[in-house]
Protein backbone atom coordinates (compact mmCIF):
# COMPACT_ATOMS: atom_id res chain seq x y z
CA UNK A 1 0.00 0.00 0.00
CA UNK A 2 1.47 3.24 -1.15
CA UNK A 3 -0.36 5.47 1.25
CA UNK A 4 -2.44 7.42 -1.76
CA UNK A 5 -5.55 7.11 -2.10
CA UNK A 6 -8.25 7.78 -5.27
CA UNK A 7 -11.81 7.40 -5.34
CA UNK A 8 -13.84 6.12 -7.08
CA UNK A 9 -12.18 3.22 -8.16
CA UNK A 10 -14.69 3.03 -10.97
CA UNK A 11 -16.84 5.51 -13.14
CA UNK A 12 -19.19 4.39 -15.80
CA UNK A 13 -20.16 7.72 -17.54
CA UNK A 14 -21.81 9.23 -20.81
CA UNK A 15 -20.46 11.33 -23.48
CA UNK A 16 -20.99 15.09 -22.83
CA UNK A 17 -20.61 14.65 -18.71
CA UNK A 18 -18.48 16.09 -16.29
CA UNK A 19 -16.63 13.96 -13.39
CA UNK A 20 -14.64 14.77 -10.52
CA UNK A 21 -11.75 12.37 -9.69
CA UNK A 22 -10.60 12.58 -5.77
CA UNK A 23 -6.63 11.83 -4.40
CA UNK A 24 -5.32 12.06 -1.28
CA UNK A 25 -1.83 12.16 -1.01
CA UNK A 26 0.64 9.76 1.42
CA UNK A 27 1.28 11.82 4.68
CA UNK A 28 3.35 14.73 4.85
CA UNK A 29 3.50 14.91 0.38
CA UNK A 30 3.03 18.20 -0.60
CA UNK A 31 3.18 17.53 -4.26
CA UNK A 32 0.20 15.55 -6.16
CA UNK A 33 0.77 14.63 -9.77
CA UNK A 34 -1.88 13.55 -12.33
CA UNK A 35 -1.84 11.21 -15.00
CA UNK A 36 -3.72 9.37 -17.68
CA UNK A 37 -3.12 5.63 -18.82
CA UNK A 38 -5.19 4.87 -21.66
CA UNK A 39 -5.36 0.77 -22.85
CA UNK A 40 -1.87 -0.48 -23.56
CA UNK A 41 -0.50 3.20 -23.25
CA UNK A 42 2.40 4.54 -21.54
CA UNK A 43 1.51 7.71 -18.32
CA UNK A 44 0.70 10.30 -19.80
CA UNK A 45 1.32 13.51 -17.14
CA UNK A 46 -1.05 15.97 -16.97
CA UNK A 47 -0.70 18.23 -13.89
CA UNK A 48 1.21 18.63 -11.26
CA UNK A 49 0.41 20.47 -7.97
CA UNK A 50 2.62 21.74 -5.46
CA UNK A 51 1.46 22.46 -1.62
CA UNK A 52 -1.62 24.32 -3.48
CA UNK A 53 -0.61 25.52 -6.56
CA UNK A 54 0.15 24.51 -10.15
CA UNK A 55 3.87 23.42 -10.46
CA UNK A 56 3.69 21.75 -14.22
CA UNK A 57 1.76 20.87 -16.51
CA UNK A 58 1.94 18.37 -19.19
CA UNK A 59 -0.61 17.12 -21.78
CA UNK A 60 -3.88 18.21 -20.33
CA UNK A 61 -6.74 19.26 -22.14
CA UNK A 62 -8.46 22.59 -22.11
CA UNK A 63 -11.88 20.35 -21.07
CA UNK A 64 -9.97 18.77 -17.67
CA UNK A 65 -8.90 20.89 -14.76
CA UNK A 66 -7.57 20.06 -11.53
CA UNK A 67 -6.60 22.11 -7.82
CA UNK A 68 -5.29 21.20 -4.81
CA UNK A 69 -6.91 22.09 -1.60
CA UNK A 70 -5.38 23.44 1.64
CA UNK A 71 -5.40 20.06 3.51
CA UNK A 72 -3.62 18.45 0.51
CA UNK A 73 -6.09 16.85 -1.03
CA UNK A 74 -6.69 17.46 -4.88
CA UNK A 75 -9.51 16.81 -7.41
CA UNK A 76 -9.14 16.35 -11.34
CA UNK A 77 -12.29 17.68 -13.09
CA UNK A 78 -13.10 16.07 -16.94
CA UNK A 79 -15.69 18.18 -18.60
CA UNK A 80 -17.57 17.60 -21.98
CA UNK A 81 -16.59 13.88 -21.71
CA UNK A 82 -15.09 12.35 -25.05
CA UNK A 83 -15.10 8.63 -25.44
CA UNK A 84 -11.48 9.06 -25.74
CA UNK A 85 -11.34 9.95 -22.02
CA UNK A 86 -12.04 6.43 -21.00
CA UNK A 87 -8.46 5.65 -19.25
CA UNK A 88 -7.24 4.68 -15.49
CA UNK A 89 -5.88 7.94 -13.98
CA UNK A 90 -3.49 7.80 -11.32
CA UNK A 91 -2.52 10.14 -8.80
CA UNK A 92 0.63 10.20 -7.42
CA UNK A 93 2.40 12.07 -4.57
CA UNK A 94 5.89 12.97 -3.66
CA UNK A 95 7.94 15.16 -1.26
CA UNK A 96 8.55 13.48 2.34
CA UNK A 97 12.11 12.91 2.69
CA UNK A 98 12.80 10.04 5.29
CA UNK A 99 15.64 8.00 4.06
CA UNK A 100 16.22 5.61 1.32
CA UNK A 101 14.84 7.04 -2.30
CA UNK A 102 14.94 10.84 -2.87
CA UNK A 103 12.01 13.05 -1.98
CA UNK A 104 11.05 13.37 -5.35
CA UNK A 105 10.10 9.76 -5.81
CA UNK A 106 6.29 9.30 -6.35
CA UNK A 107 4.31 7.49 -5.18
CA UNK A 108 0.85 5.64 -7.04
CA UNK A 109 -2.42 5.33 -6.26
CA UNK A 110 -4.43 2.55 -7.65
CA UNK A 111 -6.04 4.62 -9.85
CA UNK A 112 -9.94 5.19 -11.04
CA UNK A 113 -10.65 3.17 -14.00
CA UNK A 114 -13.20 5.61 -15.87
CA UNK A 115 -15.14 4.33 -19.07
CA UNK A 116 -17.32 6.94 -21.17
CA UNK A 117 -20.11 5.23 -23.20
CA UNK B 1 13.76 12.61 -29.11
CA UNK B 2 12.66 11.22 -25.65
CA UNK B 3 15.18 12.20 -22.99
CA UNK B 4 14.23 8.69 -21.66
CA UNK B 5 14.12 5.54 -24.09
CA UNK B 6 13.41 2.41 -22.47
CA UNK B 7 13.21 -1.07 -24.95
CA UNK B 8 9.33 -1.73 -26.05
CA UNK B 9 9.20 -5.13 -25.92
CA UNK B 10 7.44 -7.03 -25.64
CA UNK B 11 8.93 -9.64 -23.73
CA UNK B 12 8.21 -13.21 -23.10
CA UNK B 13 10.42 -15.75 -21.17
CA UNK B 14 9.94 -18.96 -19.48
CA UNK B 15 9.83 -19.49 -16.25
CA UNK B 16 13.71 -19.54 -14.30
CA UNK B 17 14.85 -17.66 -17.23
CA UNK B 18 16.72 -14.02 -16.55
CA UNK B 19 14.84 -11.07 -17.78
CA UNK B 20 16.57 -7.73 -18.97
CA UNK B 21 15.22 -4.43 -19.07
CA UNK B 22 17.63 -1.52 -20.27
CA UNK B 23 16.80 2.29 -20.62
CA UNK B 24 18.70 4.92 -22.51
CA UNK B 25 18.58 8.62 -21.76
CA UNK B 26 20.28 11.62 -23.20
CA UNK B 27 19.92 14.00 -20.53
CA UNK B 28 23.15 13.75 -18.02
CA UNK B 29 21.51 15.61 -15.61
CA UNK B 30 19.87 12.56 -14.60
CA UNK B 31 21.26 11.22 -11.29
CA UNK B 32 18.52 9.43 -9.56
CA UNK B 33 17.73 6.35 -11.09
CA UNK B 34 14.59 3.83 -10.83
CA UNK B 35 12.66 1.21 -11.87
CA UNK B 36 8.68 0.92 -11.03
CA UNK B 37 6.60 -2.17 -11.64
CA UNK B 38 2.82 -2.08 -12.86
CA UNK B 39 0.59 -4.99 -12.72
CA UNK B 40 -2.20 -5.05 -14.76
CA UNK B 41 -4.45 -1.74 -14.45
CA UNK B 42 -2.62 -1.37 -11.18
CA UNK B 43 -1.11 1.65 -9.59
CA UNK B 44 2.79 1.40 -10.45
CA UNK B 45 5.06 0.80 -7.34
CA UNK B 46 8.81 1.55 -6.91
CA UNK B 47 10.50 -1.26 -7.11
CA UNK B 48 14.21 -0.20 -6.59
CA UNK B 49 15.97 3.10 -7.01
CA UNK B 50 20.02 3.74 -6.90
CA UNK B 51 21.93 7.09 -6.80
CA UNK B 52 25.54 5.75 -8.80
CA UNK B 53 26.93 3.93 -11.24
CA UNK B 54 27.50 0.44 -10.73
CA UNK B 55 25.13 -2.92 -9.29
CA UNK B 56 22.64 -2.56 -6.69
CA UNK B 57 21.00 -6.15 -5.88
CA UNK B 58 17.57 -6.84 -3.69
CA UNK B 59 16.89 -10.25 -3.82
CA UNK B 60 16.28 -11.61 -7.65
CA UNK B 61 16.45 -7.96 -9.12
CA UNK B 62 19.47 -6.12 -9.93
CA UNK B 63 19.80 -2.72 -10.83
CA UNK B 64 22.51 -1.29 -12.93
CA UNK B 65 23.52 2.21 -14.13
CA UNK B 66 26.41 3.26 -16.33
CA UNK B 67 26.38 6.99 -15.79
CA UNK B 68 29.01 7.24 -18.79
CA UNK B 69 27.12 4.97 -20.86
CA UNK B 70 23.47 6.53 -20.11
CA UNK B 71 22.41 3.30 -19.70
CA UNK B 72 20.10 1.42 -17.34
CA UNK B 73 19.28 -1.99 -16.63
CA UNK B 74 16.96 -4.00 -14.64
CA UNK B 75 17.93 -8.15 -14.46
CA UNK B 76 15.31 -10.17 -12.74
CA UNK B 77 17.02 -13.56 -11.97
CA UNK B 78 14.98 -16.89 -11.51
CA UNK B 79 11.93 -15.15 -13.08
CA UNK B 80 8.28 -15.97 -12.07
CA UNK B 81 4.87 -16.12 -12.97
CA UNK B 82 4.52 -13.38 -10.69
CA UNK B 83 6.92 -11.21 -12.34
CA UNK B 84 4.78 -10.66 -15.52
CA UNK B 85 4.22 -6.63 -15.50
CA UNK B 86 5.19 -3.77 -16.76
CA UNK B 87 8.02 -2.21 -15.66
CA UNK B 88 8.33 1.39 -16.09
CA UNK B 89 11.85 3.09 -15.60
CA UNK B 90 12.54 6.28 -13.98
CA UNK B 91 14.83 8.77 -13.67
CA UNK B 92 15.32 12.65 -11.96
CA UNK B 93 17.31 15.49 -13.05
CA UNK B 94 19.47 16.84 -10.02
CA UNK B 95 19.22 20.50 -11.82
CA UNK B 96 15.47 20.89 -11.46
CA UNK B 97 13.82 17.70 -9.65
CA UNK B 98 11.89 16.99 -13.27
CA UNK B 99 11.16 13.05 -12.79
CA UNK B 100 10.75 11.38 -16.23
CA UNK B 101 9.28 7.88 -16.83
CA UNK B 102 10.39 5.76 -19.70
CA UNK B 103 7.07 4.38 -21.94
CA UNK B 104 7.39 0.58 -20.07
CA UNK B 105 8.16 -2.91 -21.30
CA UNK B 106 5.83 -5.30 -20.59
CA UNK B 107 7.09 -8.79 -19.72
CA UNK B 108 5.54 -11.87 -19.51
CA UNK B 109 6.95 -15.07 -17.46
CA UNK B 110 5.27 -18.31 -18.99
CA UNK B 111 5.01 -21.39 -16.75
Known amino acids: DSGVTQTPKHLITATGQRVTLRCSPR?????VYWYQQSLDQGLQFLIQ???????AKGNILERFSAQQFPDLHSELNLSSLELGDSALYFC????????????????FGPGTRLLVL | QKEVEQDPGPLSVPEGAIVSLNCTYS??????FMWYRQYSRKGPELLMY????GNKEDGRFTAQVDKSSKYISLFIRDSQPSDSATYLC???????????FGAGTTVTVRA
Open chain 2, 90 to 100: AMIRSNDYKLS
Open chain 1, 27 to 31: SGDLS
Open chain 1, 49 to 55: YYNGEER
Open chain 2, 50 to 53: TYSS
Open chain 2, 27 to 32: NSAFQY
Open chain 1, 92 to 107: ASSGKKGGGPPKETQY
